[in-house]
């Protein structure tokens, strides 16, 4: 008998739980978001009020106050007990440290239904990290979506050896049933397949412009040209902001430091943050 999924509990409304559940929501489903306080809340319902007016102008099917409709429907706690205990699936994104989310697991192992699947969003954290705080690593998985889930829709699937076939199957339904294209990763992997790729890349791009070897703008000339892809390693980096690539570089090995230095030096202690703050490598208007 395949597993049906119908009501959805998110935990953390920031940035991506934020989007998880607004689509989700959107999509047809019973939607619970979960933080951590009633101001955590607040902040979350003001995501939402946001995200529907960018879906209102964005994506299509939108109109006629279904985004607004979207918003308000999504049911709104700060009692983790009270959020969960009907939920067929639990979608987490909480901070990306490991001992917050071990710490989740172990009270959603509690107070969850022994049915209810758990999957984290984690984009560093392997899901084998976490299976045991969870009291159900058979129901367990990772599905990690990528920021501006409604435009970019990739949901990555990640189970460890020990994740139910069943319960990966519908988890990969699941992510289809909202709009997103899965991935079915086969084992686990760090970066999954999106940044086992984009890293490398990213990084590959500064390495040649802080070794003086060739500016932002042609390498980005020279990745769109030859390869027809519509943008290069730097506008990528502005789009994504160079505060995160920084702190991942910064805490890597010298290689990485280096780079994080010359980004630190020559564009964040200027100001320069990406498009967020109005000019990166490039100016935005
Ligand atoms: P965020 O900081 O924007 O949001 C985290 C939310 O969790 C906040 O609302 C915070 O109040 C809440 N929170 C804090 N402690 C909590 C707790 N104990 N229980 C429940 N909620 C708690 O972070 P984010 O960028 O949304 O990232 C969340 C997860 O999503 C991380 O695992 C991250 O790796 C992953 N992710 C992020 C991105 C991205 O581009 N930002 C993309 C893919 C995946």
């Given amino acids: 008998m395949s597993i049906e999924i119908n009501k959805v509990t998110v935990l953390g409304m920031g940035v991506l739980g934020s989007q998880i559940a607004f689509q989700t929501a959107f999509s047809g489903f019973e939607v619970t978001a979960y933080d951590i ?36 429907a999504i049911t709104l706690s700060s009692d983790l007990a009270q959020a969960v205990r009907d939920a067929d699936l639990v979608i987490e994104a909480v901070p990306e440290v490991l001992a917050i989310k071990q710490e989740t697991y172990t009270k959603l192992g509690e107070y969850a239904p022994e ?17 045991d705080a969870t009291g159900r690593p058979d129901r367990f998985l990772a599905l990690h979506f990528a920021n501006q889930v409604w435009q970019y829709n990739t949901a990555e699937i990640m189970g460890t050896p020990e994740t139910d076939p069943k319960v990966y199957q519908a988890v990969v339904d699941f992510a289809s049933a909202i709009g997103m294209v899965p991935i079915e990763i086969h084992k686990e992997k760090a970066g999954y397949v999106l940044n086992s790729l984009l890293v490398p890349l990213l990084n590959a791009g500064m390495a040649l412009s802080a070794g003086g070897y060739a500016e932002p703008e042609a390498v980005d000339k020279t990745w769109r040209i030859a390869t027809g892809a519509p943008v290069g390693p730097f506008q990528m980096l502005d789009v994504i902001g160079l505060t995160t690539p920084y702190n991942i570089l910064a805490n890597s090995d010298e290689n990485g430091q280096r780079l994080a230095k010359w980004l630190k030096d020559n564009y964040i202690d200027k100001g320069k943050l990406g498009i967020a703050s109005g000019e990166g490598f490039y100016k935005y208007s």
């Fill in 115 to 131: 049915r209810t699947i758990f999957a984290t969003n984690s984009s560093t954290l392997l899901p084998s990290a976490m299976k």
């Fill in 37 to 72: 306080s009633d101001e955590a809340v607040r902040a979350g319902r003001e995501r939402f009020d946001k995200l529907a007016a960018i879906y209102a102008k964005d994506v299509a099917g939108a109109g006629d106050g279904k985004a607004e409709r979207t918003a308000a």
